[in-house]
């Protein structure tokens, strides 16, 4: 049974790296106390024993072992031994590719449809989708393929941002890239506003967190839906 927990961000303001997030990771891990860490979507560069540090920092403050994959000399097989996993945010494009060189693609999907418990921010949650299409991210790299790694049959947009009725930006807004995207690509896509996270458990879609999300579907007029929505139809579609 599935059991992911997708966050549009790691940091909320004005709170510190992963503060709004540990209560609902501890919530979602119950007894269990360790978490594979995969920090390839590198913020700003930042290298991975750094990344990966500031997140053991963070939960280590609160009872959990944190490995980084980066660190295991198989990453598959820390894959196949973790007792849950977490990928960080960052260049979705760059975590792609790296998730693919090291191997790991089809050990995460394998795991997570066996129960593992898969967490992930930002980038991280970009690739549980069905593509990375509606990244934000810039394309700095080339990974083999804009296939993700298929976790939930929709696609997220982190850090959704709703279009400014008063700015005099001309360019596309968030709405316009999505449907731009919808012109070539079926799938639905939810756009999760900063502090909003998905819970996904076994059939059961839940969005929970502060601010909300919109919902895309081709053709359709997005549908605005508020913390506590049942979203269960996004995984018939």
């Not at 979602?28 to 990344?51: C, E």
């Not at 810039?138 to 976790?151: N, T, Y």
């Not at 913390?227 to 996004?234: F, I, K, Q, V």
Request: proline share 7%; with cysteine.
């Amino acid at each position: 049974m599935r059991r992911i927990l997708l966050f549009s961000t790691s940091t909320v303001h004005p709170g510190g790296y992963m503060e709004y997030a540990v209560p609902v990771v501890q919530r979602f891990l119950g007894a269990h106390r360790s978490i594979l860490f995969v920090p390839y979507a590198r913020p700003n560069g930042m290298p991975h024993d750094r990344y990966t540090e500031l997140f053991r920092t963070r939960l280590g403050n609160v009872g959990y072992r944190v490995d980084g994959v980066h660190e295991a000399g198989d990453p598959s097989q820390a894959v196949r031994t973790a007792e849950s996993i977490f990928v960080g945010g960052g260049n979705t494009f760059v975590l792609l590719r790296a998730l693919h060189e090291a191997g790991i693609v089809k050990t995460i999907r394998a795991r997570v449809a066996e129960g593992l418990p898969y967490m992930g921010s930002s980038a991280g949650s970009n690739v549980a989708g069905l593509s990375i299409g509606t990244t934000n991210d810039m394309p700095i790299v080339r990974p083999p393929s804009f296939e993700a790694l298929g976790l939930v049959p929709f696609n997220i947009n982190p850090h959704y941002l709703d279009p400014d009725p008063d700015s005099t930006h001309m360019g596309e807004t968030r709405e316009t890239r999505i449907d731009e995207f919808h012109a070539f690509n079926p799938q639905p896509v939810v756009g999760l506003r900063e502090g909003s996270w998905l819970l996904i458990d076994g059939t059961s879609v839940n969005l929970q967190g502060t601010n909300g999300a919109r919902v895309f579907r081709r053709q359709q007029q997005p549908e605005e839906v508020e913390a506590g929505a049942c979203l269960d139809s996004l995984l018939q579609e």
